[in-house]
Each structure stands twice: as C-alpha cells, then as structure tokens.
C-alpha cells in the first residue's frame, strides 16, 4: 500500500512558477513509477509527466515540455514538479500517483491517488 499526500497549488498570475510536490509513504515506494495528472473542470484526467522508479526515465506530455521538470529525492521519498511559464489552461486540479512497475510511464492506470492540490492561474 502507498499512500500519496499533494502540496504546494495555488493561485498565480500567467508566467508565474510554482512547485508542488508529493511525499509518499509505504513500503518499497522507491520502487514505484510516480506520476503527475490534472483533471479541469468539466474534463478527463490527463497525464502530464512521469518518472521511472530509478529516475533515469521521464516523460511528458506535449503541453508540458520545455516548461515542467518531474523530479524524485529517494530519501525524502517525494516527487516533485516544477512548473514555470504556467498559462490559465494550466489550471486544474494536479494529482499524484504511483504504479507498480510494467506499464508504459504515460499510462492513467495507475495503482495510486492522492487526493489533489489546485492549480489556478488567472489574472
């Protein structure tokens, strides 16, 4: 079991950065894929970037390259993203999650949730 806890959404003007992160606990969770998703109103949750349970693999989607970074520190056991340059079709609520190995890193199915942070960029 892991258990996936979102920090650092907020409200930001267009052009702003924030940095949410994800601390995750429960055994063997530096085995994991771990990855971000966001969810709009009125929308189906959609990937935006993963990593490996090694780090060495990352994957984003195309809305996102150039402007997040995914990142993992092991002995914190937190998975970080990075976004700069956010634009107002960045807002949405942001997920973490995690899947056991085997699956394609850009894949929705994954194993676990957190239960979100808010995004919200607006002038």
């Known amino acids: 079991q892991v258990q996936l806890v979102e920090s650092g959404g907020g409200l930001v003007q267009p052009g702003d950065s924030l940095r949410l992160s994800c601390a995750a606990s429960g055994r063997t969770v530096g085995l994991y894929d771990m990855g971000w998703f966001r969810q709009a109103p009125g929308k189906e949750r959609e990937f935006v970037a993963a990593i490996s349970w090694n780090g060495r693999t990352t994957k984003y989607a195309d809305f996102v390259k150039g402007r997040f970074t995914i990142s993992r520190e092991y002995a914190k056991s937190t998975v970080s993203l990075q976004m700069n340059s956010l634009k107002p079709e960045d807002t949405a609520a942001y997920y973490c999650?995690?899947?056991?190995?085997?699956?394609?890193?850009?894949?929705?199915?994954?194993?676990?949730w957190g239960q979100g942070t808010q995004v919200t960029v607006s002038s």
């Open positions: 999650a995690a899947k056991k190995l085997g699956r394609s890193l850009t894949t929705v199915d994954y194993d676990y």
